[in-house]
T-cell receptor, first 114, second 110 residues
Framework: KQEVTQIPAALSVPEGENLVLNCSFT??????LQWFRQDPGKGLTSLLL?????REQTSGRLNASLDKSSGRSTLYIAASQPGDSATYLC?????????????FGSGTQLTVLP | GAVVSQHPSWVICKSGTSVKIECRSL??????MFWYRQFPKQSLMLMAT?????????EQGVEKDKFLINHASLTLSTLTVTSAHPEDSSFYIC??????FGQGTRLTVV
């Protein structure tokens, strides 16, 4: 059974700092990996999706990398802003079973201090 | 704009009552809907998968008689929490097969 772990569980940084969020998964046979942002009491916003054949994706100040062999992904946020404060979730879709089911990590709660 | 409309966004109900949560796909048909639950400081856990016109598939440990799922049309899937108890208080969210999420429903049972 796929397990997804995110470290750290919470992170607080001053505005302007670059930061890295970590995600690890136990089964490397994934279809893709996705990073989401969740604001309190709200739904999820997809940030980046990395196909299993890709190594990274970039969108603005965000860069996500994927290393399937080691079962790791990182989300890099450059020049952080208070508006980046949210919970960041990573999720994988496995080849096994339903290819459209997501297994989520428990998230990293990010606070960017002004 | 949102492509999946989920209602209500929050609800407070008395213990023992039932609560219905709706997820409606806007401008497209969703033959499959995934329902997730998220307890505080925990991740989203898949509860069940609903398919239009057929019975829902429930994940292990999820009571199908307590969490009734109906997917009677290609644009509407509903989750009804029957005889709700305080331990059912959680954040419920739906997702289409195409990856679109509803806004989520915060359920508080008092």
């Amino acid at each position: 059974k796929q397990e997804v772990t995110q470290i750290p569980a919470a992170l607080s940084v001053p505005e302007g700092e670059n930061l890295v969020l970590n995600c690890s998964f136990t089964d490397s046979a994934i279809y893709n990996l996705q990073w989401f942002r969740q604001d309190p009491g709200k739904g999820l916003t997809s940030l980046l999706l990395i196909q299993s054949s890709q190594r990274e994706q970039t969108s603005g100040r965000l860069n996500a990398s994927l290393d399937k062999s080691s079962g790791r992904s990182t989300l890099y946020i450059a020049a952080s802003q208070p508006g980046d404060s949210a919970t960041y979730l990573c999720a994988v879709i496995d080849f096994g079973g339903s290819a459209r089911q997501l297994t989520f990590g428990s998230g990293t709660q990010l606070t960017v201090l002004p | 704009g949102a492509v999946v409309s989920q209602h209500p966004s929050w609800v407070i109900c008395k213990s023992g009552t039932s609560v219905k949560i709706e997820c409606r796909s806007l401008d497209f048909q969703a033959t499959t809907m995934f329902w997730y639950r998220q307890f505080p400081k925990q991740s989203l856990m898949l509860m069940a998968t609903s398919n239009e016109g057929s019975k829902a598939t429930y994940e292990q440990g999820v009571e199908k008689d307590k969490f009734l799922i109906n997917h009677a049309s290609l644009t509407l899937s509903t989750l009804t929490v029957t005889s709700a108890h305080p331990e059912d208080s959680s954040f419920y969210i739906c997702r289409t097969e195409g990856g679109f999420f509803g806004q989520g429903t915060r359920l508080t049972v008092v």
